[in-house]
């Protein structure tokens, strides 16, 4: 069988030699890229399983997501940053600051204090926040195409845009911040599969689907939330 083998192979060489070597190269590749997923799998882990505490946190309205938050954008940070997704790097030291201002905002924000409600915004706001981001968006997008080595520059640039505003809507409690990640988070798989880190895109489908469960959840929160509003006198 073995001398069968090395004949068969030579034979492929002598007259396939391109095809070959392509495969070769294709095959090799593949191995390099397991082998640097194998490596980034433990941080990842722990940096998915905090991921899915801050997303059932969040979808509760618990304040204890942000700490979660925290610790898990500290970890993809480094991730992102060894995988060339720069702006996605960027985008998780934004991710820590905002899960300080997140905790500051769900406990202490409000004009008694006592931490934000769940509000919902106008479609004519929505339409404004989308025109800005994007075209911020295709600006960066730009510059990183042509000044950087970023993978999948634009795309790249639209979720971390998106994201930046998205998260900032979190923070406010504005209800339509879910809509926004399910976007997000879809285009997102596509980035972090094409750089082998599997483990969060299997967590970016499962967030695809949950983000429709806490948009339910905080919607039927803040119609809770308004029927207990008392009425002012003469409005009844």
């Known amino acids: 069988m073995w001398l069968f083998t090395f004949y068969f192979k030579r034979f492929l060489i002598e007259r396939y030699g391109f095809m070959v070597d392509f495969w070769q190269l294709t095959n090799e590749g593949f191995a390099a890229v397991f082998s640097d997923a194998q490596a980034l799998t433990g941080w990842e882990a722990i940096a998915v399983l905090l991921a899915l505490a801050y997303l059932i946190f969040a979808m509760r309205g618990s304040v204890w997501c942000w700490p979660a ?3 898990s954008t500290a970890i993809y940070t480094v991730l992102f940053w060894k995988v060339s997704l720069l702006m996605e790097s960027v985008l998780n030291v934004y991710y820590m600051a905002m899960a300080v201002y997140g905790y500051w905002m769900w ?3 409000g004009k008694a204090h006592e931490g934000v409600s769940i509000v919902s915004w106008s479609l004519s706001t929505h339409i404004k926040l989308i025109a800005v981001t994007s075209f911020i968006s295709v600006v960066i997008g730009y510059f990183m195409a042509t000044q950087t080595q970023a ?4 795309l790249d ?12 809507l979190v923070a406010k409690k504005v209800l339509e911040n879910w809509i926004y990640w399910f976007v997000i988070d879809a285009v997102s798989i596509y980035l972090y599969v094409s750089k082998g880190l599997m483990l969060t895109a299997a967590l970016f489908v499962f967030y695809v689907v949950m983000v429709v469960f806490g948009y339910l959840m905080w919607r039927k929160k803040m119609h809770t939330q308004q029927s207990r509003i008392p009425l002012s006198p003469g409005i009844a």
């Open 69 to 71: 938050a925290l610790t």
């Open 107 to 109: 406990t202490k924000g």
């Open 151 to 154: 993978s999948f520059p634009y």
């Open 157 to 168: 640039a639209a979720t971390t845009c998106f994201a930046v505003m998205s998260t900032f």
